[in-house]
């Protein structure tokens, strides 16, 4: 409204080179909206882990009639968020400057994210009320058009956009393809609003249909390919040629670390949250049943906090094994942003996971199915992180550092430190399975365990090379003698 | 442990040049444990926000009696966090680089602190018990012990450490510093942990030392210096020989924003939870009470969703200020830090306001109460960002870009920013004792203007501007038309 129009800004300095201006780098901006949007992509698990389920009820049939549901609705919102993420990563891809008209509307498009997770606590509590999907897609609606405000923006105020659209010819194809992937989600749940009201089912396809769609498109085109072969070989050549922009980079590496790091920094807090606000004697209960004692009434909740600190290493360990992926990773392209985002998924799923470790720890008939429960949540985490490596790999060539490489000096440990969780979760699972009556006993020895194997990995690692090595070269040998005594035979047998 | 030794690391890759090295640049490392820290810190807000006060109860004595004391601590252990936020920022100015084995000490520290909470919670709830402190004094010599085997392990591998250090040739002077910096606070919490068995009070002197010590041995220093001049000038000069690592970047601008960023980030976040916990209405009694109607029921939370919206604003807005600040901060004192964290620890108290707002709006005798005391919060929150600003301008040819200076392009502007927010809780904080019928009015009325106000700021400011130098010019022409009129005076009095 007010800021004056200034030739292309200055970089690096952060500031417009023109005295009055307020063009400014978006560095920081996207690294709070990163922050808030993590934090409210993850907030969604707490309806479902504050689920009260009565003690004497079988947790069997509980997860199945009333968490199942909660949890399919949170895995759905958690993918919605995660989508208007990636539509706010590629916005600010396009827009590479702001100034404070676009950095207030940026927090009004926050403030209506931020108000997500109440319509999904509605949809949630009343599944068959029209009213809270309505709300949800009313927001989204209402985010769609911010957005297509601040690209409308963006595009008359040209020296805020990228160097390379700023010295396009064709603007308006860069702006028709941004207000393109914007929109389409706010179209989707423009759709689900209307028809909320008629056939409710019909609205959670559409909702669903927003968070598949972007791969859905990518997946028909790549079909096309393979099948047409020659003529969209062309094709593809023609949009490489404008779209070479957004090929080169599908997804900041920068935005997705620091979206990673908000969904684990929230997640390891949200466990102490529930320590402080459960865990906290009343002082009237401690007066007349403990007789006082502090201490006496606090020894009631010793399983609860070694769940809380069984659950902190198991977010930690796996940041940890999340961070020393992505040093290696020198691109992150969409497949790999996807299975990031449901390794994240699972890894709200965790506060449910020590929900039900310190809720059902003591109680015999449950304890099974919640350290189960645990299991579960902590291998589908750690494989969808196994996945990225794996994709990786995949196009190394690209997406990875020499070291990490196959064959690199670092793949062998690496290797190991992503199969560590998997393979200990897998193996906890199985174990109490079989041995049902010390499920406590295993679940509590393998998270003890596992920070000592992540300090050993390195000496076991190498070992175990050394070892392979050995075997190798003695084989090796072996052959060479066999060949050796071949060799030998074979002139005697040419003599003979 | 198992870290092989390795040459200096290269600078940029992130990697150690060396094949099968595992040094890497701390940058996300530290990005995280910014989020941890800051998140935990706010977090504590909590059982102050959810204390409950009975309807009927007059707020004004609840305030006195219930409120105050569990402020009290939350504010002072909000500072112990912040005070080790700070030992973490200067420990990893001097660690520079790491590996896995740092990494994992790293994260143990960070779960001890993620734990402080609870010890709080339980001080909180039994003030007398000297249990509750005592947990804490232990949780706060662990995390010091855990860093002072950081600090070991950093000077046993010193391609670690941050390069003029690795230079020096007076390592061990260095790390005895960085040692009583980070051993300092630990120490006094050992002395509080043994007096909390005796004497209460004097463990929360104690505990309190912790806070000002650094700024009270910094106070002494510059005291000394004023009082004996020459002699300690030397000393000085001697001092910053050895330190002038440490006086050249007292606190690091970049984890000063992280820190700042994360508080914002979870404090606008703690709203939404509050709001998904509390007013979510129960099925059954939509059922009951208002015939199935969700939107009837919903109707009935009103005031909380306004409160909402309300405080989101608020929040928004106090970090667009802070970040439009901070664009222009080059350098971020010691002071400065501090009274950045003053004005966290307010904004960490306004999911306290948003509670008060939401709960008392209906309720007349607590109405005013709660809008003063959310006036309040924002008026210390917003004083104390602009007191950064005006102790920048002090030094300013150190610590501000050229434009915020006195007489750059942008300094009225920013003035205009900082002082909007004091401006109006104050002036809304006068109109409710005045006008104490229309105080909810006025309340809502300045928090949905204030945004437009941002936005039409700039065009304001030109506005005064021009009227200002219009105004001083018109004085200066009739001070020049006097003048010329006294010069024709004179000349005809000479005649004359």
Redesign the interface.
């Known amino acids: ?3 004056p129009r200034v030739a292309a800004p200055e970089r690096g300095l ?2 417009g080179p023109e ?2 201006s ?1 063009t ?1 780098t978006s560095h ?2 996207l ?2 909206s990163d ?2 949007l993590s ?2 992509a993850t ?1 969604m698990i ?2 479902v882990a ?1 689920t009260k389920i009565h003690p004497d009820q079988k947790l069997g049939e509980s997860v199945q009639q009333l968490l199942l549901a909660k949890i399919a609705v949170y895995l759905m919102t958690f993918l919605i968020v995660t989508v208007a993420w990636a539509a706010h990563v590629r916005l600010f891809q396009v827009i590479e400057h702001i100034d ?2 676009l ?2 509307l940026n ?2 498009c ?2 209506i994210i ?2 997500l ?2 319509t999904f ?2 949809m949630a ?2 599944p068959g ?1 029209p ?2 999907i309505f709300l949800f897609s009313v927001c989204a609606v209402v985010i769609g058009l911010i957005q297509a405000v601040i690209v409308a923006y963006g595009f008359y105020h040209p020296h805020l956009l990228n160097q390379q659209i700023q010295e396009s010819e064709n603007q308006d194809f860069y702006k028709r393809h941004i207000l393109k992937i914007i929109l389409r989600g706010p179209v989707l749940c423009f759709l689900a609003a209307i028809f909320s009201f008629f056939f409710i089912p019909l609205s959670y396809v559409l909702l669903g249909l927003v968070i598949v769609f972007p791969h859905l498109t990518r997946l028909i085109t790549w079909c096309k390919t393979k099948v047409l072969g020659q003529r969209s070989e062309e094709e593809e050549h023609h949009s490489m040629e404008t779209f070479s922009f957004y090929l080169s980079e599908p997804l900041s590496k920068e935005r997705v ?2 979206f990673s ?2 969904v ?3 997640v ?2 949200l ?3 529930d ?3 459960d ?3 009343d ?1 009237r209960e ?1 007066e007349e049943k403990f007789h006082s004692s ?2 006496e009434a ?1 020894s009631e909740y010793g399983p609860n906090y070694l769940a ?2 069984g659950s ?2 198991t977010i ?2 796996l ?2 094994v999340h ?2 992926l ?3 990773v020198t691109k992150a392209t969409r497949l790999m942003g996807l299975l990031n985002i449901l390794s994240l998924a699972f890894i709200g799923g965790l506060p449910l996971a020590y929900q039900l470790t310190s809720e059902f720890a003591e109680k015999s008939h449950n304890e099974i199915e919640a350290i189960q429960v645990s299991c579960v949540i902590t291998f589908f985490a750690s494989i969808f992180q196994f996945a990225i490596w794996t994709t990786a790999l995949l196009n190394e060539e690209e997406t990875l ?1 020499a ?1 990490a490489r196959y064959g690199g ?2 793949h062998a440990f690496m290797f190991a430190k992503l199969a560590l969780y998997p393979c200990v979760s897998l193996g906890a699972f199985f174990l109490t399975c079989l041995l049902s009556e010390f499920s406590t006993a295993i679940f509590h020895l393998m998270q003890i365990v596992i ?1 000592f194997a ?6 076991f690692v190498r070992i175990s090379l050394t070892a392979m090595k050995s075997v190798m070269s003695l084989s090796r040998r072996k052959v060479v003698l066999l060949e050796e005594e071949e060799a030998c035979l074979s002139p005697n047998e040419t003599l003979s």
């Open positions: 409204m007010s800021a952060g500031l005295p009055g307020s400014q920081r901006l690294a709070y922050a808030l934090i409210i907030v707490l309806p504050h404070d008209v950095a207030l927090l009004a926050m403030m931020t108000f997770p109440y606590s509605l509590s009343f009320v009213f809270g670390e620091a790091d908000g684990y920094a929230i390891a807090t466990l102490i949250l320590i402080c606000e865990n906290v004697p002082p401690v502090l201490l606090l809380y600190f902190f290493v930690g360990l940041w940890f961070h020393s992505f040093l290696y550092h070291f000096k670092e920070p992540f300090l050993a990995l390195r000496i």
